[in-house]
């Protein structure tokens, strides 16, 4: 299959705002990579998404330029296309071991080296055609406050699980049983392939959808942990549903979330009667923990 990368060249004050946009559209998200100058030290960043290259890539393409068109200044796409095998090549070269936390190592599924002794967890990964790493600031974030948060025998959902390594992570961590559930087939078949080859599949369940009406309502008071590593937008529209299916007790750790789209989340989150414990920041993004009170 091709894919269609899109990249537009940004700076440190209009990064989040390009990176947020650009994020809702493309496989597996946004990627960042960051340039420094070796003369004066001014850092470029170039945004980067990857696009199925099939019949509604035109009109995905016009939704993407319509919004960039609001921001306050310009916006220049370029457009290649590549085979998934390129980019995979290519993201061998950049994506290398490493430790999360206190607790984690993230090994790319294609380094064969034996690691040195250590006690952390290893999350092995293959991003496979869903163009994620896991090792955008946000999914640090949550990897941190799981192993924070997350004690032995709990039961968590993991709601836009991708590449599924938050799930791995929590299974390792000790969870009883993870229900992980993903809108793109992609990152379906992603997610269970890493779990296999991380030997958890029976802790996880991966499916294809998301907390809708009727799940909600089957998995009422179920879960001990939400984890929505999504977005800003998908935050604010399920944060009820999500407070409906954790137990009195239990924590959200909600991350995408840009300084933008910060206030909004914390907002639609209280107002789903959940109290917000902590909000930690990476960069530009920030992870959001909150509990439902008795």
């Known amino acids: 299959m091709q ?40 850092k470029t960043f170039i945004v980067k998404i990857y696009l199925a290259n099939k019949r509604s890539l035109k ?31 290519s993201l061998k070269q950049h994506f290398g071991i490493q430790e999360i936390g206190e607790r984690f190592i993230v090994k790319p599924s294609w380094i064969q080296d034996r690691l040195p002794d250590s006690t952390r967890i290893i999350l092995e990964l293959d991003p496979g055609a869903a163009f994620g790493t896991g090792l955008h600031p946000t999914t640090r974030l949550c990897l941190i406050r799981l192993e924070k948060h997350l004690k032995s025998g709990m039961r968590v959902f993991d709601l836009g699980t991708g590449t599924g390594i938050l799930s791995i992570a929590a299974a390792k961590l000790g969870a009883e049983e993870v229900q992980a559930v993903d809108i ?5 078949s992603a997610a269970r392939n890493n779990i296999k080859a991380n030997q958890v599949s029976d802790k996880i369940t991966v499916s294809r959808g998301t907390l ?14 939400v984890l929505a590593n999504i977005s800003v937008k998908i935050i604010s529209a399920l944060a009820g549903r999500i407070a409906a299916i954790l137990k009195n007790g239990g924590k959200a750790i909600c991350s995408g979330i840009n ?14 009667g959940l109290k917000i414990e902590a909000i930690d920041r ?13």
């Open 184 to 188: 793109d087939s992609v990152s379906v």
């Open 212 to 225: 809708s009406l009727a799940r909600q309502t089957a998995l009422k008071n179920s879960y001990d942990m």
């Open 259 to 272: 300084t933008q789209g910060l206030d909004e989340a914390l907002i639609s989150l209280a107002l789903a």
């Open 59 to 89: 009109k995905t393409e016009s939704e993407i330029v319509s919004q960039l068109s609001n921001l306050p200044f310009k916006v220049e796409l370029a457009e290649r296309l590549i085979k998934a095998e390129d980019w995979f090549e």
């Open 282 to 294: 990476d960069r530009d993004w920030y992870a959001v923990i909150a509990t439902k009170e008795n």
């Open 3 to 42: 894919w269609a990368e899109l990249s537009a060249l940004t700076n440190e004050t209009t990064v989040e705002q390009v990176s947020a946009i650009l994020g809702k559209f493309g496989q597996g998200g946004a990627t960042v990579e960051e340039w420094e100058s070796e003369t004066d030290g001014r």
